[in-house]
């Protein structure tokens, strides 16, 4: 038995042997590998704050955001990345102490642009897109890249601004969102699978498929349609030393007028905040159904009629009442020609005008959806009257101008109807003259206009 006694003693402490050494190992390791996996909290602040922190890479995710604040870092050396739109992205290592004071890092970002500020203070559910992106419910103020962005400001799920805004470098760009009462909702957004068999629309969802909200345009091309009546009367007009009665009436009806008509928004192609309701308005209209004059008195081949105007005027939009009515302001030059072809002794016989003025007016409009009723009055101080205004010693005319119609806007289609009228008046002297020309003490040049307009709005 003895030595049966003696083995087993043997293997017990040879055991012991290497339980007590894998214990040492073990304790020695331990410290180590705790050291290997210390971290610490650090505070991360950037100039101006707001940033997003990674460490190590960008695949992994935010370590912390927006900045100040907290990310949990191992003790030694870190690659860190920090990114804030509008500024130049950093590149550093974070290094963190084993011992000391709770570490804090601050870093200054470069700016590569400018600010958005959106001031807002209706309902806290406005939400604004920056290029399809979210930044966040107005008021806000948000860092961007120097260069145009488009933004979209929603509230109670209607579009509320969505133009275009360019950010320059260093500056701060303001905008002024409106609750807009009467604005339809937008259409809701369905999910969409996430790999669809087909992405083609079909026919249904081509025809059916709700347009988005009309961005203000930036210019609009139209063609200009006019059906045009005259009537010129002579005040006390007599015959001439030579018993000729030059100074008869002038009646003209269903005068046909067209031509292109641009309206051009300067502020808006430029990017600029300011003055979003100025615009450059150019119309170049002709007659196209000339019309022969029907009087007994004119023994030659009798004239026709020419008709052209031209148009070039400056106006401002001011957005008032809640957007509910709009004002607007109108200054410029126009020419209305109201003249005859023929021999020189028959044109002699009519009243040939051909008025060039210098325009002064205003706007009222009841912006309402598609449709927007208006009306327009204008002074219009005649520059030149043409060939009536010679006939006589002294002749001056001074002009009104008058509108009202309906304005449609359905997409990028922008349309109107308008009956108009313009009356020149004039006065005329000889100052003593024998034997003149022509015999008069004024006149009225009346003429009525309806118009339709259809253009297309970029």
Same mark, same amino acid.
């Given at each position: 038995?003895?030595?049966?006694?003696?083995l087993?003693y043997?293997l017990y402490?040879?055991?012991?042997?290497?339980?007590?050494?894998?214990l040492?190992?073990?304790?020695?390791?331990a410290p180590?590998?705790? !050291?290997?996996?210390a971290?610490?909290?650090?505070?991360? @602040?950037?100039?101006p704050?707001g940033?997003t922190?990674y460490?190590?890479?960008?695949?992994s995710?935010?370590?912390c955001?927006?900045?100040p604040?907290?990310?949990?870092?191992?003790?030694?050396?870190?690659?860190?990345i920090?990114e804030l739109?509008?500024?130049s992205?950093?590149? #550093?290592s974070l290094?963190?102490?084993?011992?000391g004071?709770a570490?804090k890092?601050?870093?200054?970002?470069e700016?590569t642009g400018?600010?958005?500020?959106?001031?807002?203070?209706?309902?806290?559910?406005?939400?604004?897109?920056?290029d399809?992106?979210?930044?966040?419910?107005?008021? @806000?103020?948000?860092?961007?890249?120097?260069?145009p962005?488009r933004?979209?400001? &929603? *509230?109670n799920?209607?579009?509320?601004?969505? #133009?275009?805004? /360019?950010i320059e470098?260093?500056d701060?760009q303001?905008?002024?969102p409106t609750?807009a !009462? #009467?604005?339809?909702p937008?259409?809701?957004? /369905?999910?969409?699978?996430?790999?669809?068999? +087909?992405?083609?629309?079909?026919e249904?969802?081509?025809?059916?498929?709700?347009?988005?909200?009309q961005?203000?345009?930036?210019?609009?091309v *139209?063609?200009?349609?006019?059906v045009?009546f005259?009537?010129?009367?002579y005040?006390?007009?007599k015959?001439?030393?030579m018993n000729?009665?030059n100074?008869?009436n +002038?009646?003209?009806?269903g005068?046909?007028m067209?031509g292109?008509?641009?309206?051009?928004?300067?502020?808006?192609?430029?990017?600029? #905040?300011?003055?979003?309701?100025?615009s450059?308005?150019?119309?170049?209209?002709?007659?196209?159904? %000339?019309?022969?004059v029907?009087?007994a008195?004119?023994m030659?081949s009798?004239?026709?009629?020419?008709?052209?105007?031209?148009?070039?005027?400056? =106006?401002?939009?001011w957005?008032? *009442?809640? %957007? *509910?009515?709009s004002?607007?302001v109108?200054a410029?030059?126009? &020419? +209305? =020609?109201?003249?005859?072809?023929?021999?020189?002794?028959?044109?002699?016989?009519?009243? %040939?005008?051909?008025?060039?003025s210098?325009e002064?007016g205003?706007?009222?409009?009841l912006?309402?959806g598609?449709?927007?009723?208006?009306v327009e009055?204008?002074?219009?101080?005649?520059?030149?009257?043409?060939?009536?205004?010679?006939r006589f010693?002294?002749?001056?005319?001074?002009g009104?101008h008058?509108?009202?119609?309906?304005a449609?806007?359905?997409g990028?289609?922008a349309?109107?109807?308008e009956?108009q009228?313009?009356?020149?008046g004039?006065?005329f002297s000889?100052?003593?003259?024998?034997?003149?020309?022509?015999?008069a +003490?004024g006149g009225?040049?009346l003429? @009525?206009?309806?118009?339709?307009?259809?253009g297309?709005?970029?």
């Open positions: 038995m003895a030595p049966v006694i003696q087993l043997h402490m040879g055991r012991l042997v290497v339980t007590i050494a894998l040492a190992a073990v304790a020695v390791a180590r590998t705790a !050291q290997a996996q971290t610490r909290k650090v505070t991360v @602040e950037t100039d704050p940033a922190v460490l190590n890479d960008k695949e995710g935010p370590a955001t927006p900045t604040c907290e990310v949990t870092a191992p003790v030694g050396e870190t690659p860190m920090i739109d509008g500024y992205p950093v590149l #550093d290094v963190v102490p084993r011992g004071k570490p890092v601050k870093f200054t970002l700016a400018g600010t958005l500020d959106v001031q807002w203070d209706g309902p806290a559910d406005a939400i604004i897109k920056v399809d992106k979210p930044k966040g419910k107005a008021p @806000e103020k948000i860092a961007l890249d120097a260069g962005h933004v979209v400001v &929603r *509230s799920n209607k579009t509320i601004y969505d #133009d275009q805004v /360019t470098l260093g701060t303001t905008i002024h609750v !009462q #009467d604005a339809p937008d259409p809701p957004v /369905t999910d969409k699978p996430e790999n669809p068999v +087909d992405t083609t629309p079909t249904v969802e081509q025809k059916t498929e709700p347009a988005g909200p961005k203000p345009p930036v210019v609009i *139209s063609a200009i349609f006019d045009g005259r009537q010129f009367s005040q006390n007009g015959s001439n030393f000729v009665f100074v008869g +002038d009646n003209e009806g005068q046909l067209a292109p008509l641009v309206q051009v928004f300067p502020t808006r192609a430029l990017g600029v #905040d300011a003055l979003k309701g100025l450059i308005v150019g119309r170049l209209e002709f007659g196209f159904h %000339d019309q022969t029907q009087d008195a004119i030659d009798p004239p026709t009629t020419f008709w052209q105007a031209i148009e070039v005027t400056a =106006r401002n939009e957005l008032i *009442s809640d %957007d *509910s009515i004002l607007s109108l410029g030059y126009t &020419r +209305d =020609r109201f003249e005859f072809s023929g021999s020189t002794d028959d044109i002699a016989l009519v009243p %040939d005008a051909d008025y060039q210098l002064i205003g706007r009222a409009a912006p309402h598609t449709y927007e009723p208006y009055a204008a002074n219009r101080i005649v520059l030149s009257g043409g060939e009536l205004q010679t010693t002294t002749a001056s005319a001074n009104i008058a509108a009202a119609g309906v449609i806007r359905s990028n289609i349309a109107r109807i009956g009228i313009t009356r020149y004039w006065s000889n100052n003593g003259m024998q034997n003149p020309p022509y015999v +003490d009225t040049d003429i @009525e206009m309806i118009s339709i307009v259809i297309y709005a970029y």
